[in-house]
Structures are given as C-alpha cells and as structure tokens.
DNA sequence: TAATTATTTATTGCATGCAATGATATGCGA
DNA sequence: TCGCATATCATTGCATGCAATAAATAATTA
C-alpha cells in the first residue's frame, strides 16, 4: 500500500491475526497496539477499520475491537458465498480467459501434479503439502484472473483469507489426533483433487464456460463437505468459542 | 445503527448520496461536512471510511474522498457479481425456504402483477413504475431471505444499493428521450419480467434449486443485457464521466 | 450471605492543534 | 509566449487531551 501510518498499522496487525499469534477473539485495544507499532491510536484504529472490512476484525461500539470468531453458520455462509463466486469466476474464466492466462493455469496445474505425485509416495507429507495448498491457491487466483472480473477477484480472495485462518485454527486442534488414520484418507482426498482440477482446466482450455462452471462448483462443494464433516467429528458444536478460549493463552 | 457520532455522520452522508444530493465524483472535504453536520472532522473520516466499504465512496490517501465514480467496466462486473450470487441465492431458496418465506414472496409477486396489470393499461406509467420496482425488490429481498444466508444477502443488497445509484443517475440522462418509442417497449419488458418472476416463484415453491437458480440467472442476465444496451446506445463510452462533469453543477 | 447499588477504573469516542503533502498560482528565464 | 522552478495555500494525516461509556470492584442493606 501508500506509506501513510494507517497502512503500517494495517500491514502490521493484518500480519499477527494471519500468522495466528493474534487469535480468533483476542481483544485489540487501540492503547495497547499504538504503543507497540509505535503510532497514534488513531491511525490504529483508522487501520481497524479497514480490519473489519477484511472480515477479520469486528467492532463495537464503546466495546472495541476483537479478532473476528466466526460459528459454525457464518463458517458455512462464507463457504457457500464462496461456490458462488468461484464457480461463476471459472464459468466467466473459461470465456473470457486469453493464451497467457490459460499458460499460467495449466503451469500451476503442473506444479501441483508434481507435488501431487511426490505426497502420494513420501512417508512425511507435512512440508509438501504446505507447497501443495500455495500450489492450488495459485491455481485459483488463475482463474479468478483470466475472469477478468476485478470485484469478484477481490471478494473472493478476501473469503479465501478468512478461510485461511478459520482453517488453520481449527487444523491446530484438529491435528493431534489421527495422523496414521488420515494417511489413506489423504491419499485418496489428493487423487480427487487432481481429478476435478484437471477437469477445471480442460474445460476452461476448450472453453467450455458451463462445464467450468459445474466442475468448479463440484470441486468446490467436496472441499466444503470434508471441511463441514471433519468440524462435526471434531467437536459437536461451539468449535469456534471453544478455541477463542484456548487461545486466550497466547495473549501477548 | 447506534448513536454514536460516527454513525450520525454515516447516515447523513449516505442519505444524501442515495439521494444524488452528491452526485459521482464531487469532493466530499471533511472539514466541510463536519461543519455542516455540527461534528468534528474525526467523525466523518470514520463516516467516510465506512462509506468506501459500502462501495458509495472511494478515498484516496492525501487525496481525499470524492463519491465513486464507475466507468462501464466496473458497471459490468458488478452486474456478474450479483447475477453470481442471487442466482445462488435463489437456489439456497428453494431449498431452505419455509412456508411463511414463501408466502412472502407469495405476496410481493401478487403486487408486483396488480401493478403491472395497472402500468399495461394505463397511459401515464411513471408513478406505478416507481411502485412497480418497489415491489421487485421486496421480491428479490424475499428471496435473499429464504436463502438463509446472510453474508450473501448482505453483499447483494450492497450491490443493489451501488446499482441503484447509478441506474438512477443514468436514467437522468436517458429519460428526456423517446418516452413514446419506449412505450411498446417498455410494456414488452413488463410481461417478460412477469413471465421470469412467476416462474422462479414457481421453482422455489416445488423446492426445484436447480431450476429457481437457473431461472433467476437467466432474470437477471436479462435486465443486465438490457441495462448494458440502453447504456450503449445512449453514448458510445466514458458515460459515467460524462455524467460526473454533468453533476458538477450541483455542487452545493 | 446474597443481592443490589455506588464507586472506581480502563477503554473508547471526540475534538482540535500542528505537521505533511499535493495542488494551484506566481514569477523568472529563455 | 511558453516552460519550468518556486512559493503559497488548502486539505489530509497524525497526535494528544478530555469526555463519555461500560465493565469491574467495593460497599451497603435486606
């Protein structure tokens, strides 16, 4: 962004909530945080304002800002929202999209294949994988530019940030547990992805824009299933409190 | 909202856009409105800020904040973005819909025939039209609201709003011609109108998402196809600017 | 002892003075 | 007269003191 202060405060607590060392609920007093940055409280709350925007931080009037908690309704909201925009995105993508656009699709496609191939046979897959989910958010942000749709680019790239964090939130409480059980359940989530991944793509590259459409919003509708049912088995509700709690620890 | 000063200030300025008091473009100085509103310059900054999320405004740093101007190609993917999520929005509706959901758009469907059936047969059309798109957007907005979703609902009435806004300004422009010649028109558009809202009324009642989103999709593809061709033919390109210098006028 | 009220405290909200910046106008030289 | 450098001015950006509010704590009474 411009080098005006509201932007580094902005840049600089975007970053803690993103890097979750600023947890889901954590109170964020102007006071406290101009004082850390080393700016006024107005430009801290000026950046957030913009925070709130983001969908990352919620505020209150006299009661001040929070890092945004989201429940099980909003979570499933924003996932629906989401197959909204991107499925229309890869319909309006397969239209609209031009050859450099198609290259840079089909290389991430590749990328990830490569990364594919090497998880399904490496013991540890923790650090491949973390390439994996860049791998395929570079595949989206792909699409969503051969589009050509600068608003619905945005949004959606703004739900895929608070998807990010709710999900990694949850995988911290989540991980634990079943490791040896998730291997072969892994495996096989992989195998579909690059299934519906390559059918995304050879429907955009033959221009096929309701194909593109209907894959995406497949694909898109399996990621939210898996993420839904393993947030049932987890916990039965309150996922979200319940961490806000937890978290509370790391106050800094 | 609540009565802090902030919110007075949001308000004010809002109604006043909404009412093209300040047309596209005009400067909108803090020192000014704070004057004007009895607050001080702090408040309306905050005002302002809230008024860029809503899309009414943009701001640039050291610059100030002027109402948005919208060239065409920020019209069209704001007009993608809504046919994306109210056609989903529509088929969440025919799944989630309750009795009571339904017969609210029961409802605003009944008033939207009585007025059209008045608008066919009546010579002046110009007060039963404005009654006319009232009731379509109580039709939408029931719709959105069986859906069960409120993010989407939120941002599609945000859409709705910057839509208006412009629509309204360009409409200015558009009406001093052919009201004759738009007669046969316009009446044409009614019946078609009808015809699409029946039928995604229909799809929502037997719970049909897939028809009621398709429906929908093909609704409002409709009245983007018509809104981007009078836009055409009114002037070649650059008409939000022109608009903008046009409204200059008003300054107060 | 429990509950309710009064008091204290911490934090947000608001206003205003000063500094920084971008736009405009002026003046100088070619 | 035109172009360019400089100065002036208006407006935003920033910081801070004070007021308003809500929460936490203490005190008082039934």
Redesign the interface.
């Known amino acids: 962004m411009?080098d005006?202060n509201y932007?580094v405060a902005y840049d600089y607590i975007r970053k803690r909530i993103l890097n979750a060392e600023f947890g889901a609920g954590r109170p964020l007093m102007a006071n406290l945080l101009a004082l850390e940055i080393g700016l006024s409280r107005?430009s801290v709350?000026?950046a957030l304002?913009?925070l709130e925007?983001d969908g990352l931080v919620s505020i209150r009037?006299?009661l001040g800002a929070r890092v945004k908690t989201m429940d099980i309704r909003?979570l499933r909201?924003?996932c629906?929202?989401r197959?909204?925009?991107e499925?229309?995105?890869a319909g309006?993508a397969a239209r609209n999209r031009t050859a450099p656009d198609l290259q840079e699709i089909k290389f991430a496609l590749e990328v990830m294949r490569g990364l594919t191939d090497r998880i399904l046979a490496a013991e540890d897959p923790q650090p491949l994988t973390k390439e994996l989910m860049d791998a395929d958010v570079r595949f989206h942000i792909a699409i969503m530019s051969a589009a050509k749709?600068?608003?619905?680019k945005k949004?959606i790239l703004r739900l895929h940030l608070i998807n990010r964090i709710v999900a990694g939130a949850f995988s911290k409480l989540a991980s634990p547990e079943g490791t040896a059980l998730e291997k072969e359940e892994r495996n096989h989530r992989c195998r579909g992805w690059m299934v519906s991944h390559e059918a995304i793509y050879n429907a955009i590259a033959r221009q096929d824009s309701a194909a593109a459409k209907a894959e995406m919003e497949q694909h898109i509708q399996g990621i939210i299933d898996n993420r839904l049912r393993h947030l049932a088995q987890t916990q039965e509700a309150g996922a979200a409190r319940k961490l806000t709690e937890e978290e509370r620890v790391y106050v800094n």
């Open positions: 411009k005006v932007n107005t709350r000026e304002r913009q925007v009037p006299h909003e909201d924003l629906e929202m197959l909204a925009l499925s229309h995105a309006l749709n600068e608003l619905i949004e």
